[in-house]
């Protein structure tokens, strides 16, 4: 009784952040997605316990690494995509359609943010999507269906039909440059919220984890929600070891939207 009643505590308390605040920034991790039944990266069952990442400077320097890395993408090995959205990402959402939030800083791949609802302007993702891919050249665009047959088929990997060059999906891979356009909005946003809200995220990744950092440092409130304890905690203004849904409920129900 003692711990629903501080939980319960706890959840209003950031609904008063929540109705509080003029500007949030949600950044999430794949904590909000796994209640969409993908799983997390590093804990026992995630998705590096079960298969080692290929190196970015792998992909570019040796064939089988690149047939791999497509085996892995048309088999679905990781379990990023063809998932539905869940009661967090419809929450996040609502925040962005009320416009309490002006966007989410996300370290997920998956596309579920741009899915729930939220615009894909006002999704920054700093660790790129896994629903398509892109030549590593000249930036085209490219669906993940164009080279299945192929690649399936014929064993084709997958190159720029524009310029040749290697086509890879448009996540970030150990090894790779992160993105400059989308870490230099992600700042800009940071430094510019009241409320820094974190939805499950381990925050032991950099350089993503500074976000929070940076939000508090410019003068935000910093509110963490994540089943464990995070580096970053004894920074926060609020932490709830909680599930993201029943956290965000009480907060997203007071908007009337």
């Known amino acids: 009784m003692r711990y629903l009643t501080r939980m319960n505590f706890l959840r209003d308390e950031l609904a008063r952040f929540v109705a509080e605040a003029r500007r949030i920034v949600v950044f999430t991790g ?9 799983p997390d990266f590093r804990s026992p069952g995630g998705v590096w316990s079960k298969m080692q990442p290929i190196m970015f400077q792998d992909f570019l320097a040796d064939e089988d690494a690149r047939r791999e890395a497509w085996r892995r993408v048309y088999a679905g090995a990781a379990g990023w995509t063809g998932k539905a959205p869940n009661e967090g990402h419809f929450a996040v959402a ?9 966007s989410v800083i996300t ?28 030549c ?3 930036g085209r665009r490219y669906e993940l269906d164009e080279f299945r047959a192929a690649y399936l088929d014929h064993g084709v990997i997958p190159s ?3 310029c040749g060059g290697w086509v890879k999906t448009a996540t970030i891979s150990f090894g790779q440059p992160m993105p400059e356009l989308p870490m230099l909005r992600a700042d800009e946003e940071t430094r510019a919220c009241d409320l820094f809200l974190v939805l499950g995220s381990s925050l032991v990744v950099t350089p ?8 508090k ?24 070891h909680d599930e993201i849904a029943p956290a965000l409920r009480v907060a997203v129900a007071a908007l009337g939207t």
């Not at 794949?30 to 993908?38: E, L, N, P, V, W």
């Not at 609502?94 to 002006?102: C, E």
């Not at 440092?217 to 709830?240: F, H, K, S």
């Open 30 to 38: 794949a904590g909000i997605s796994t209640d969409s039944g993908i």
């Open 94 to 102: 609502r925040l962005i359609a009320a416009g309490r939030a002006s």
């Open 107 to 134: 370290q997920n791949v998956d596309n579920l943010h741009q899915e729930s609802g939220v615009p894909a302007e006002q999704v920054i993702e700093l660790h790129g999507n896994a629903s398509y891919a892109g």
């Open 136 to 138: 590593l050249d000249c």
């Open 160 to 162: 720029c039909r524009v």
């Open 208 to 215: 993503a984890a500074n976000f929070p950092i940076i939000a």
């Open 217 to 240: 440092r410019a003068g935000a409130r910093l509110a963490i929600v994540n089943r464990e304890d995070t580096p970053l905690d004894r920074l926060a203004d609020l932490v709830l």
